[in-house]
């Protein structure tokens, strides 16, 4: 079956359209997505703004004309971190739903790392043994862990890379005390949460998913993607280590000429590196593999195992 997935992420809006049936990689045939970055257009008040609403309502009626284009015989709405924080999300959707006449799901934290899990354990397979998976979104910092298809533990933490740029690194480049402040701020949040995961044991297979973790492993000397999604890529803790001082000094434009990152999220770069380096030093691993599978696919997955169990 053709399925359109539609992707409402705290930087971007993505639908991919998708040829999958049980049994079988979903087989990507279409992409349509545009920068939205709704973790940045939230009020003091934690509303997304009228611009962020506009924005977003315009670019689901927009995905659905794609979709309709492209022969999907069913669309997969879900928003995640930025909308579901949102203090106005349900007059948000409403506004979505009224305009462009699209349902969008909004998926709980837990779940989205859950689904993430389940992509990358049909990515790698059983002989990965006990999986560990990170997933830095614009909003949020999704954990899981486990060894079988469903994980022991799933966590989702408010430490995205678009709402610690907004909340931090407002200065470019960023001074050095508010550097250490945010350093401290995520450490602190990984680490009081970090024991829920460890008391389960340790990883066999670390993986990192996500465009953020994606751009540091590329900065960090990882093969481009166009080489294609079978070629083995990881981040190791060391290098990017070694590289963090250069980060923290660099301005956004010289972060933007780096191999791997996109100008739209190149503002972000530091916050998620921040991350990344907080999380294989409190979980103790050396490098993170990069997963090209991550909760869309999750989300096609687990759609089509609904459907052959129904069947």
Known sequence: M???????GSNTGH?????????????????????????????EDGNVTEQGTTALTGFVA???????DKGCEEMLGFATSAVRDATNSEAVLDRVRAEAKVDIEVLPGEDEARLTFLAVRRWFGWSSGRLMVFDIGGGSLEIAAGSDEAPDVAQSLPLGAGRLTRDWLAEDPPGERVVKDLRRHVRAEIAR???????????????????TFRSLA?????????????????????VLRDRLP????????????????????????????????????????????????????????????????AG
């Open 2 to 8: 053709r399925l359109g997935v539609l992707d409402i």
């Open 15 to 43: 639908l991919l359209v998708v040829d999958a049936h049980r049994g079988a990689a979903p087989l990507p045939a279409f992409s349509f997505k545009r920068p939205l970055r709704l973790a940045e257009h939230l009020d």
């Open 62 to 68: 927009a995905a659905l004309e794609v979709a309709e």
């Open 193 to 211: 949460n970090a024991g829920a995961v460890l008391r389960f044991g340790g990883a066999d297979h670390a993986v990192a998913t996500s465009k």
């Open 218 to 238: 590329r900065v960090c000397g990882a093969a481009p993607y166009s080489d294609g999604p079978l070629v083995r890529r990881v981040l190791p803790a060391g």
């Open 246 to 309: 250069e980060l923290v000094a660099m301005t956004d434009a010289e972060r933007r000429a780096l191999p791997g990152v996109s100008p739209e999220r190149s503002h972000q770069l530091l916050a998620g590196a921040l991350v990344a380096d907080a999380v294989m030093d409190i979980f103790g691993l050396s490098e993170l593999e990069i997963c090209p599978w991550a909760l869309r696919e999750g989300i096609i997955l687990g759609r089509l195992d609904a459907i052959t169990t």
